[in-house]
């Protein structure tokens, strides 16, 4: 299968402005599904951590004037042992930090079986699993995406506010779905919503004419839709729509991308969702910066991979070499209180300022601030499609 063989292919790009005067440039790993149920979504997230790890690159100031080289790995989303592979090639090479995973399950499975051993620093642009939080990473695993711990919160405020009174739920049967499902669940139910069943689907399957069917026997005003926008969760969408089961969908984070809109256009009006995000400063600058660059910053996760990348970045500077262990000491000094704020496109900025020592508070498109087990507290931003287009209502 394409994804199985994919999984164990490195596309390398490099981009070097400017050399190392001994002719080598800093590794830095990327690692996200180019193939797999989030597929559309993965090369606007790869193009933005590369725009930051270019930005540094391009400003002669990265630890004296060195520079950057990229290696792009596959994580499939879904194949935890290819991921794991991809990842042993990623870091066999040299790469002194991974920007990645994508998908919670084999980010985990990367973390715990590649990353942590090897003491690789990992930033994690979307892995949204609460269970990562308790995740024994020795301080390595760092995510730019909060937990679904609250995403599901969040859902499940919006499902209430659109007036839902009773709710099916449907989940890809992985670390990611499951999680979220048991907090969208319960949070709706806190809400006074009904719950008419929960169940899971598989990905892969060419019909969900049966999980439709279940579904549909139990009723609901809507259905919750939290899977991936490429996989089952399109497929559930379709057979819904095709048997007139349910018209209203309630999307979770990897259900969200112009893809989905694309196959379904106005057949989806009705329907809402969320997904980690910001209306503030840093993201109208993270935009601008976007677009010059030719980059769409409206999908998924864009946002989180430029800050991830540029946290690497700093963390380096901070510590003064370009080695994993510096990396790793560094990326919460960076990424909180106190220091001078530092938003997209002024990583030169930063850069000059910690090479004289002072201090930085990295800001980024998403208002990076973390916990102290290294994940992002977060906001959100409510979707709903009008027009066969998704819409940002308000931030959450």
């Known amino acids: 299968m394409k994804k199985l063989i994919t999984a164990m292919f490195i596309l390398v790009s490099c981009f070097t402005t400017k050399s ?52 792009r790995a596959d994580s499939t989303c879904v194949d935890s042992a290819a991921a794991t592979t991809a990842a042993e090639g990623l870091i066999s090479g040299g790469v002194v930090a991974i920007m990645g995973a994508d998908c919670s399950g084999v980010t985990g499975a990367i973390a715990t079986n590649v990353a942590v051993p090897n003491g690789v620093v990992m930033i994690s642009p979307s892995a949204t699993s609460p269970g990562l939080t308790d995740l024994k990473d020795n301080g390595y695993f760092f995510r730019t995406a909060p937990s679904d711990a609250r995403g599901g919160q969040i859902l499940a405020d919006i499902t209430k506010d659109r007036k839902i009174k009773s709710v099916a ?60 926008l490429d996989q089952g969760g399109k497929g559930i969408i379709q057979g819904s729509l095709d048997s007139g089961a349910f018209d209203t969908f309630v999307l979770s984070d990897g259900m969200i991308g112009d893809s989905l809109t694309d196959t379904f256009g106005k057949d989806l009006n009705k329907s809402f969702g969320s997904l980690p995000g ?67 496109g002024e990583l030169k900025k930063a850069l000059d300022l910690l090479a004289k020592g002072k201090a930085i508070n990295y800001e980024g498109a998403t208002g990076v601030e973390f916990t102290e087990v290294g994940e992002a507290f977060g906001s959100f931003l409510e979707k709903e499609i009008k027009g066969g287009k998704f819409k940002t209502k308000k931030q959450r």
Do not use: C, W
């Open 278 to 344: 910001s209306t503030g400063k840093g993201a109208g600058i993270f935009a601008k910066v976007a677009k010059a660059a030719g980059i769409d910053s409206s999908g998924p996760y864009t946002s989180e991979s430029y800050d991830a990348a540029a946290l690497i970045t700093l963390a380096m500077q901070a510590g003064g070499k370009a080695d994993r262990a510096t990396i790793q000491k560094n990326v919460m000094s960076v990424a909180n209180a106190p220091g001078k704020k530092i938003y997209p």
């Open 20 to 71: 190392f005067s001994d002719g080598h440039a800093i590794k830095m790993g990327i690692i996200l599904g180019f193939t797999g149920p989030i597929e559309s979504l993965t090369p606007a997230m790869a193009a933005s951590a590369e725009l930051a790890f270019k930005e540094a690159s391009d400003s002669g100031s990265l630890l004296g004037g060195k520079s950057i080289s990229v290696e």
């Open 169 to 228: 739920i449907t989940y890809t049967n992985n670390d990611y779905g499951k999680g979220l499902a048991d907090v969208y669940a319960a949070a709706v139910k806190a809400h006074g919503i009904k719950v008419t069943t929960t169940a899971a689907h598989e990905d892969g399957k060419a019909d969900y004419s049966a999980e439709v069917a279940t579904l549909a026997s139990a009723g609901g005003d809507a259905v919750a839709v939290i899977g991936y």
